[in-house]
């Protein structure tokens, strides 16, 4: 019984670690995908930019890319709610 | 495997005679032809004195003649991407497509682009004929067709490895924290639409690079007059054709009989050489047959 126990509070941490990495990994894919999009529309914003059609062709799949990417425009300047997040505050 | 040949040079230096020419020889030979000119200032049918048509003509036995309209599949490649946009962006009510798409039919390289797409169109469709002679847009965009399929190639890798990167990650976090990305978005690298396009692209761009510099299949005959800025204008060819391994089968030295003494002309002399006096226009099928003996040699076929 105590011994179950205490497998169970060691697994707790175990989980709390991956759940840790997890999230960093999270934040990493979105801003993978942030840039993604940035360069796939870089033209727009100055950035060397691949040619006009290929971006036409991707276009239409970018749905969740172009989200990501203008929210993190959006909150650009609101980085201590950005940082209140990742902490959960 | 059939043989595409290109005309390229300044303008008015004889491009179309020149495949005109060879054209009507290779007919002489019992040959099916498909000859077609991506100029967005064509004058196939000029030099015919035929009424333009924008769909393939068979104008004898055997030869079939094009003035490809790059506008068409401008408009045909912009209107199924709008197609696709307009299902997954429906929602976007501020995001006119309609008017967007008039101005993006003006943004840089998109009418290379469509040459491209349309040659691409064309050696496929064209696959059963003998030969297909192409004769070029002035040389500024034709050599920019020719670079595009490296330089987005160059693109295509980068963004591919990036996507792979992408989808590595969405399937580490979904496997643990089982999240939904939301409509669309795949896991498998199978499934994904942007990978698939970009290996799409990966293809068409690898097809159309294997078809520019395969000497076996390819040949581009540079066409130059004697004269000081055409001669330039030849020289830069040669120079960036070279960069793309992209090689000048022959020179034609057309419209030859003025001072032949130019420094200039030098710079030719490692490439063969073919010369073509002055000939005076029309040009019914027997002079065009004349000057293809000048030039044409069983060798090149």
Not at chain 1, 56 to 72: A, Q, V
């Amino acid at each position: 019984m105590v011994l179950k126990q205490i497998k169970d509070f060691l697994s707790q941490f175990g989980q709390g670690f991956k759940e840790a990495s997890i999230d960093q990994i999270q934040r990493e894919l979105e801003e993978m995908e942030n840039a993604f999009a940035l360069l796939i529309c870089g033209s727009l914003s100055g950035m060397p930019a691949p040619p006009a059609f290929l971006s036409l062709c991707l276009l239409p799949y970018m749905e969740r890319e172009l989200k990501i990417m203008f929210s993190k425009t959006i909150f650009l300047d609101d980085k201590l709610a950005v940082w209140s997040d990742l902490v959960e505050l | 495997m059939n043989k595409i040949f290109f005309f390229l040079g300044k303008g008015g230096v004889g491009k179309t005679t020149l495949s005109a020419s060879l054209a009507y020889y290779l007919r002489e030979k019992n040959k099916t032809v498909y000859w077609a000119s991506i100029d967005p200032a064509h004058n196939i049918y000029d030099l015919l004195s035929l009424p333009a048509s924008p769909k393939v003509q068979k104008i004898e036995a055997g030869l079939w003649v094009e003035e490809i309209d790059v506008d068409r599949y401008l408009r045909r490649f912009l209107e199924h991407i709008q197609e696709k946009a307009q299902k997954v962006y429906q929602y976007l009510q501020i995001l006119n497509l309609d008017k967007m798409f008039k101005v993006i039919k003006y943004t840089p390289a998109m009418e290379e682009y469509a040459c491209l797409y349309a040659l691409k169109e064309v050696f496929k469709k064209h696959e059963d004929k003998d030969y297909l002679i192409i004769d070029t847009p002035p040389t500024g965009l034709m050599l920019r067709i020719f670079s595009l399929p490296f330089v987005t190639e160059l693109w295509l890798k980068e963004l591919r490895h990036w996507r792979e990167e992408i989808l590595k990650r969405r399937q580490i976090v979904a496997h643990i924290k089982h999240v939904d990305f939301g409509p669309g978005a795949q896991l498998e690298f199978s499934k994904d639409k942007v990978f698939n396009e970009l290996n799409a692209q990966q293809k068409d761009m690898q097809y159309l690079k294997d078809v520019f510099t395969n000497p076996k299949k390819t040949f581009l005959i540079l066409v130059i007059n004697p004269d000081k800025l055409s001669l330039l204008e030849g020289k830069r060819i040669v120079e960036t054709l070279n960069k793309f391994g992209i090689p000048i089968k022959i020179v034609l030295l057309n419209k030859t009989g003025h001072s032949m003494e130019l420094k200039e002309l030098n710079f030719f002399n490692d490439l063969p050489q073919k010369k073509i006096p002055l000939f005076e226009g029309p040009f019914p099928k027997q002079v065009l047959l004349k000057i293809a003996s000048l030039w044409v040699e069983d060798a090149y076929l």
